[in-house]
């Protein structure tokens, strides 16, 4: 994902405007639209009024330049996992996609409880052990080339899925 990406993905998410958004930055309309389309990075100085007007922490935009800006192969991952009380963690379903878009539109089903093949396999295993934790993530990897390991990888989201659980009991 490329930091224009991830700042008109927040901006819709928090209900803003182009315009909106540059006004509480104090900088133009032109200057957003040319982040958002990849035409222009934010300069380093204005990360810290971004991230604050996104809700989010200066480090992750951060990343995201780190890793979004590289031209290598990115893929977006969804994890959902199960917790058992004495071991460790592991995933019950995968997504890998490679557009940021549509892996957070993924994502977000997952979250509202929209995705009934997981929300039944998350039904099946919470019968089964209700003292299980069940949680969703975003990530994003970068390979350097298709088939290698990724050599760097960002936390975008993550949620707790047990209330939703809960309610569709």
Request: proline share 4%; glycine share 4%.
């Amino acid at each position: 994902m490329r930091i224009g990406e991830y700042i008109k993905y927040k901006r819709q998410s928090l209900g803003y405007s182009q315009m909106q958004l540059a006004e509480r930055l104090e900088i133009s309309k032109q200057a957003v639209g040319k982040w958002e389309n990849g035409a222009a990075l934010p300069d380093v100085m204005t990360i810290p009024d971004i991230a604050a007007v996104l809700k989010v922490k200066p480090e992750f935009l951060m990343k995201i330049i780190w890793i979004g800006e590289t031209g290598e192969h990115v893929k977006h991952f969804i994890f959902v996992k199960v917790k058992e009380k004495r071991h460790p963690s592991y995933s019950i379903t995968v997504y890998d996609v490679g557009d940021f878009l549509y892996a957070k539109e993924i994502y977000d089903e997952i979250c509202a409880g929209q995705n009934e093949s997981v929300m039944q396999a998350l039904l099946d295993y919470y019968t089964y052990d209700p003292s299980r934790t069940f949680t969703v993530t975003l990530s994003e990897a970068v390979y350097y080339a298709e088939d290698d390991p990724p050599y760097k990888s960002l936390l975008i989201e993550s949620y707790e899925l047990n209330s939703l659980i809960k309610s569709h009991i």
